[in-house]
């Protein structure tokens, strides 16, 4: 069964810092792919980034990177000099098969971006 | 730009009603997904289909709930009879290998 976990309920900070949000997975699959989905006030779930499994590289989109460890089962989100705009519920999700399979969530991190 | 569209957006309703969430899914991608977001499960999968056929229903409850793909752009969520526990979003998504994309989601309050 696959398992994904963040530890961090909620973070604070202010506008400018850096904050990273920590995502853990379980899978005994070799194949598998990892996302991570913003989901703000307004309720809706936005796609940010999907990885598979072999794909160790570091992704970098604006503000957002991602770094993926297999070793660590870890697959992080920093989001560099914050703005408030990026106050949301974030959360981390696994699939055995990209999209057209099932998510397993996390539980979500909440992470609020004061001014 | 391609969306996922969900109606009703909001739904207020008395327990024993009988409650119909549809879902259009982005044209193209071949598997649509219910979710269900409370505050005490988080994101939970209710079922989902590949082609239109049920794949996976197991985490829905089979005495009240029912989903159906009538055709490529119509998914729908039915509950029959309505009860407290059911308020929550309901979230449609629809998916390929590249990604999977969720509508707005359907808030039913049950009273």
Same mark, same amino acid.
């Given at each position: ?6 530890? *961090?309920? #909620? =973070? @604070? ?17 070799? !194949? ?24 160790? *590289?570091? #992704? =970098? @989109? ?17 989001? !560099? ?35 | ?111």
């Amino acid at each position: 069964a696959q398992k994904v976990t963040q530890a *961090q309920t #909620e =973070i @604070s900070v202010v506008e400018k810092e850096d904050v990273t949000l920590d995502c853990v997975y379980e899978t005994r699959d070799t !194949t598998y792919y990892l996302f991570w989905y913003k989901q703000p006030p307004s309720g809706e779930l936005v796609f940010l980034i999907r990885r598979n499994s072999f794909d160790e *590289q570091n #992704e =970098i @989109s604006g503000r957002y990177s991602w770094n993926f460890q297999k070793s660590t089962s870890s697959f992080n989100f920093t989001i !560099t000099a914050s703005q408030v705009v990026d106050s949301a519920v974030y959360f981390c999700a696994l699939s055995l098969g990209g999209g057209s399979e099932k998510l397993v969530f996390g539980k979500g991190t909440k992470l609020t971006v004061n001014p | 730009d391609a969306r996922v569209t969900q109606t009703p957006r909001h739904k207020v309703t008395e327990m024993g009603q009988e409650v119909t969430m549809r879902c259009q899914p982005i044209l193209g991608h071949n598997t649509v997904f219910w979710y269900r977001q409370t505050m005490m499960q988080g994101l939970e999968l209710l079922a989902y289909f590949r082609n239109r056929a049920p794949l996976d229903d197991s985490g829905m409850p089979k005495d009240r709930f029912s989903a159906e793909m009538p055709d490529a752009t119509l998914a729908t969520l039915k509950i029959q009879p309505s009860e407290p526990r059911d308020s929550a979003v309901y979230f449609c998504a629809s998916g390929w290998t590249g990604g999977q994309f969720f509508g707005p989601g359907t808030r039913l309050t049950v009273l």
